[in-house]
């Protein structure tokens, strides 16, 4: 019996902690950002990585329902949505539903979101749930640290049909990291802007606006502390000898309207001070040597490219002893092209971790990824880049280069404390691939890129031409800061994946068909005040005290020893 009491107990006290982790109605939420271009649409959101639950508030300048949820690159199909709204009458409803086609929702079997608030006034209806990262429901989308492609949807009543008008999808990574903050920034603190001013945009679908701008002329060493921010104990070091002087600013613009006549001034402001951090931080980039031994052939579903890092010879080159490094961030970069990509590390040959991966890369998003965790990388250890790369819209060869319409396989890790290293990539044995796919491959790798746009690229060549690449010797290219230029070879090592964590049961169970309200909805029983605003259900005061006392039944066996 006392077995038994104490199971229920732990039962009722890991289901008190679970709720205690989520977020509640309000709470402060650290993160935000609109969804339209309008700003109709707003989204503020917050998690927690140890109980693995997100918490969304959606906020929609409209009185009819309202939706967030979670899609794919290619279709609304199968994408998730929470959906939720007021009556005309102050009676709430919601819903944890996926879409069966682009326009049509179904409720899903299990109720995976928890409601937290659920408001509406004059203009606007306001929604906040919680759920958790991964669920047990199979409609559900992962909340990963991939990016993720949020979707929103609103109507202007209470009949919650899509409308594309109403619809709307922006990349996000919902699991970015903000750990550090300005409450201690120097008082010495000095900002400087880098930036380019009354820029006229060309009438053109695609301009790169590249300029070298200098650095802060200092007269001893200082640290630049953000312009994103650096974690605590670090900064980037200007001022030295060892340190850069000017910095090439590139802004990306996008003019597919071909509009004339508009004009930009925009750049970056960095913060820098004297009072000297404990480490200095450095970029190290690893991946694929970007030039044109680099290919991807046309029409492949998929295609993945692979670039070694070797460390064992960082120290020679270095001129100094390495200790470990600590990576923080990562800033992943393919062009068009790219799916996904990982940066993956090794030890004495056995694979220790993912450092860092986005499995469902946006060109249109790239920006630096803190780390949960500082990753250590010691001498002698391997990083491997891996890129997915998709060219069905292709009819030609894809060359690495730097035109967007070549492609990239690049990942910038910044790091702690800084070595005189600043690049270490690889690339495929060229004559070794050329002859895998039975064509005649010369001494000149060049030669051999010519003989390559000659293969008939069926599905069979295509995954041939993958396999040679990853089974090839790689040349391993290692760069100082000063320009020194070693190499050294490697094999391509396979990657272990990374097996998914348990999924999340959701408490809501199945709806069955008379629980749902005539419009498709479960009804859920939230008593409202005067301002439509629902007051959630507390824990009864019976639970409360049967808690109390289980704890103290269950401390006093611990002292008697039962």
């Known amino acids: 019996m006392a077995c038994v009491l104490f199971r229920l107990f732990l039962l009722l006290v890991l289901a008190a902690f679970s709720q205690g982790k989520r977020l509640g109605p309000t709470s402060p939420l650290r993160y935000s950002r609109f969804l339209d271009p309008s700003h109709a649409v707003f989204l503020r959101w917050d998690f927690d990585y140890e109980s693995e639950i997100i918490t969304f508030e959606l906020q929609v300048q409209t009185t009819g329902w309202i939706g967030l949820g979670i899609t794919d690159r290619y279709t609304f199909v199968g994408s998730d949505l929470v959906v939720g709204g007021v009556l005309p009458n102050g009676n709430v409803y919601f819903s944890d539903q996926h879409l069966l086609d682009e326009d049509t929702l179904e409720q899903d079997g299990s109720q995976d979101a928890e409601l937290l608030k659920l408001t509406e006034d004059s203009s606007s209806t306001t929604m906040r749930f919680s759920r958790p990262f991964r669920s047990c429901d199979p409609h559900d989308h992962d909340i990963t640290s991939d990016t993720m492609r949020v979707l929103a949807a609103y109507g202007l009543d ?19 990291i903000l750990q550090y903050d300005d409450q201690d920034a120097p008082e010495d603190t000095i900002i400087h802007d880098l930036k380019i001013s009354n820029f006229l945009i060309p009438e053109d679908d695609t301009t790169y606006a590249c300029t070298f701008l200098p650095l802060p002329i200092v007269s001893k060493k200082h640290h630049i502390y953000k312009s994103y921010q650096f974690p605590d104990d670090v900064g980037i070091s200007i001022g030295t000898p ?7 600013l590139e802004i990306h613009y996008s003019n597919f309207q071909n509009l004339p006549g508009i004009r930009d001034t925009s750049g970056m402001r960095l913060y820098y001070t004297s009072h000297l951090r404990k480490y200095d931080m450095g970029v190290l980039q ?3 040597s970007v030039f044109p031994i680099h290919f991807i052939p046309p029409g492949a579903e998929a295609f993945l490219s692979y670039g070694l890092c070797k460390t064992d010879k960082f120290e020679e080159m270095n001129g100094a002893p390495v200790a470990d490094i600590y990576v923080s961030a990562c800033l992943l970069h393919t062009h068009l092209a790219g799916r996904s990509l990982q940066a993956v590390q090794y030890r004495n040959g056995t694979q220790l971790q993912v450092v860092c991966k986005d499995f469902s890369y946006d060109f249109n998003l790239q920006e630096s990824r803190d780390l949960p965790h500082p990753v250590v990388i010691k001498p002698g250890d391997e990083l491997l880049i891996e ?24 990942i910038f890790i910044f790091y702690y404390p800084r070595i005189n290293i600043s690049s270490c990539m690889g690339y495929p044995d060229i004559i070794y691939v050329t002859n895998e796919l039975g064509e005649e491959a010369s001494e000149n790798p060049m ?4 003989v390559l746009n000659n293969v008939e690229w069926t599905p069979e060549n295509i995954k041939k031409a993958e396999k040679a690449c990853k089974e090839s010797q790689q040349t391993v290219l290692i760069k100082t800061i000063d320009e020194e ?15 998914r964590g348990s999924c999340l049961e959701s408490s809501g169970g199945k709806v069955e068909p008379q629980d749902k309200t005539p419009a498709g909805f479960r009804a859920v029983p939230l008593a409202l005040s005067g301002s439509h605003t629902p007051t959630l259900r507390h824990l009864p005061m019976v639970a409360v005290l049967f808690l109390q006392g289980s704890l103290s039944w269950f401390l006093a066996m611990l002292q008697t020893g039962v």
């Open 447 to 450: 030669e051999n890129l010519m």
């Open 158 to 176: 209470d009949i919650p049909k899509m409308s594309r008008e109403h619809t709307f999808v922006k990349s996000i990574f919902l699991l970015q």
């Open 242 to 248: 060892f340190d850069p002087q000017w910095i090439r």
């Open 387 to 410: 890129c997915h790369y998709q060219t069905l819209d292709r009819d030609f060869m894809t060359f690495g280069g730097a035109s967007t319409i070549n492609e990239m396989c690049l």
């Open 485 to 499: 230029v070693e190499n050294t070879t490697g094999w391509i090592p396979d990657i272990i994946p990374t097996p």
């Open 286 to 288: 690893l991946g694929i």
